[in-house]
């Protein structure tokens, strides 16, 4: 079975400070994708990043990087010098591969409420 | 912004009614996914959409069915409402003719059951 696990429920930091939130996730799955979604206050899901299984290579976007590890089953996301306007619900999902017949519906987390304090 | 909008943003219903919930996709997806965010939760997987036909449901009772129109665009309907089903209704665009899809995500419909 999939599933997504976000230990930490919250996290409350002051601007400036950089923070790391965790995923683990769990597939038997050989290709399979990870994303990373914020939901701001007004509930629309805000797409971040998408991961497949064969590209374990870290990114970095801005303030935003991301460390994908296969031997840990882990895909945590750092934000760096963090801003009041990063507070909001981050989620990690993953799906299976998409194509085909195959319904590449999204398996979520229980989300991560970030609060960035000025 | 994703170009997937949900209409009604907010809804209040009575338990035991009937409600309707709808979502355009985004120009150029042919696929449509539903999923329900209880508070403080993540959001479910309800079904999913391909070219009008389903193509994959969650663990949700019969009483959660939907449509695809021609143009993409989707309706979500709930009968015999349940208090529990007071959540956040999202709709997710997508494109199945490519392998890396990724889910565009809605507003979300904020359904209240009384």
């Known amino acids: 079975a999939q599933k997504v696990t976000q230990a930490q429920t919250e996290i409350s930091v002051v601007e400036k400070e950089d923070v790391t939130l965790d995923c683990v996730y769990e597939t038997r799955d050989t290709t399979y994708y990870l994303f990373w979604y914020k939901q701001p206050p007004s509930g629309e899901l805000v797409f971040l990043i998408r991961?497949?299984?064969?590209?374990?290579q870290n990114e970095i976007s801005g303030r935003y990087s991301w460390n994908f590890q296969k031997s840990t089953s882990s895909f945590n996301f750092t934000i760096t010098a963090s801003q009041v306007v990063d507070s909001a619900v981050y989620f990690c999902a993953l799906s299976e591969a998409g194509y085909g017949g195959a319904t590449n519906k999204l398996i979520f987390g229980t989300g991560t409420l970030l609060a960035v304090q000025p | 912004e994703t170009g997937v909008t949900q209409s009604p943003t907010h809804l209040i219903k009575t338990r035991g009614q009937q409600v309707t919930l709808r979502c355009s996709s985004q120009?150029?997806?042919?696929?449509v996914s539903w999923y329900q965010q209880a508070l403080g939760q993540g959001p479910q997987f309800i079904f999913q959409?391909?070219?009008?036909?389903?193509?994959g449901r969650g663990n949700f009772p019969p009483r959660f069915s939907g449509l695809q129109f021609p143009n993409y665009s989707s309706e979500l309907n709930v009968n015999a409402l349940e208090l529990d089903d007071s959540a956040l209704y999202l709709c997710?665009?997508?494109?199945?003719?490519?392998?890396?899809?990724?889910?565009?995500f809605g507003q979300g419909t904020r359904l209240t059951v009384v």
């Open positions: 991961r497949n299984s064969f590209d374990e």
């Open positions: 120009s150029g997806h042919n696929t």
């Open positions: 959409y391909y070219r009008e036909e389903e193509n």
């Open positions: 997710a665009s997508s494109s199945k003719d490519r392998w890396d899809t990724e889910a565009f």
